[in-house]
């Protein structure tokens, strides 16, 4: 009997992680998911998958959950998906250390660490696939979105230098990056931008206004958003390439951000966007 490929996927309580594990799961794959909530894990396991808590802030959550994923499989991992994570939102001057800190956590330093402890597992079976979401914001700068912005940008580097390293280990490592999907991202991101800073008060008050009232008015949801679909096909064809790509972009935003980085002139590109909120 054929050994079920096996799959660690971050982030499942909802949107990408939560798609793509179950979509993976009924592809055959065996699917190893995380999440924080005991909802959460409850309903990852009602549909047959092996659900398991992590916290991206705790080293010692990244190494037991790799220890316990590895132990069900005689050490064996064919693919990691890194996804979960938060969106800090706010302006630069707004934004305390801690948030910034913890955004970096969650969605740099955290990933690094279970990354790092599963490439000896996948170099000793003689390869494996390394695919994070980042975000066409770990290509542009954007507004508002400077701690994401920054994570996702250090995410890019981290993991381009580390495809580099693992050249000829049979381990790819790549990067999906999707613009605008429809999930609980973007409302996850607003308690946690009302929780860290200070709107009334900041000087940015007026534009922070303009900007809740877009992502929570009758028309939140009617900006090119795709569902996470979008995001689960390019990750099957990812891990199904003999040569997996160091890129692949998802939706048309992201694919035109790309494309505007490539031929406009710095300035001219910062200027479009600029005006974006």
Request: include cysteine; charge should be positive.
């Amino acid at each position: 009997m054929q050994r079920a490929k096996t799959i660690l996927i971050t982030g499942c309580s909802s949107g990408i992680g939560a798609h793509c594990a179950r979509r993976l799961a009924g592809d055959g794959w065996r699917v190893f998911a995380t999440a924080r909530k005991d909802a959460d894990l409850a309903a990852l396991e009602a549909d047959g998958i092996e659900a398991f808590r992590l916290d991206y802030r705790d080293g010692d959550s990244i190494a037991e959950l790799v220890r316990d994923v590895l132990a069900l499989t005689d050490g064996r991992l064919d693919a990691l998906f890194n996804n979960g994570a938060h969106g800090q939102a706010g302006a630069a001057e707004d934004l305390s250390p801690e948030a910034l800190r913890d955004q970096l956590e969650v969605a740099l330093v955290g990933w690094h660490d279970l990354t790092r402890r599963v490439v000896p597992a996948m170099r000793a079976q003689g390869g494996g696939r390394i695919v994070h979401c980042s975000s066409i914001l770990g290509l542009l700068p954007y507004p508002w979105r400077g701690a994401y912005c920054a994570a996702k940008h250090g995410l890019e580097g981290l993991a381009l230098s580390m495809r580099m390293e693992l050249a000829g280990s049979g381990i790819g490592v790549s990067l999906i990056e999707p613009g605008p999907i429809a999930s609980r991202f973007t409302e996850r991101g607003l308690e946690t931008f009302r929780r860290t800073v200070d709107a009334e008060r900041s000087f940015h008050a007026k534009a922070y206004a303009r900007q809740i009232e877009r992502l929570t008015g009758d028309d939140a949801h009617a900006s090119g958003e795709e569902r996470p679909e979008a995001v689960y096909a390019v990750l099957a064809r990812c891990l199904a390439a003999r040569r997996p790509k160091a890129h692949y972009r998802v939706t048309r935003p992201a694919r035109l951000g790309a494309a505007m980085k490539r031929l406009l002139p710095a300035e001219a590109l910062y200027a479009i966007l600029a005006r974006q909120e």
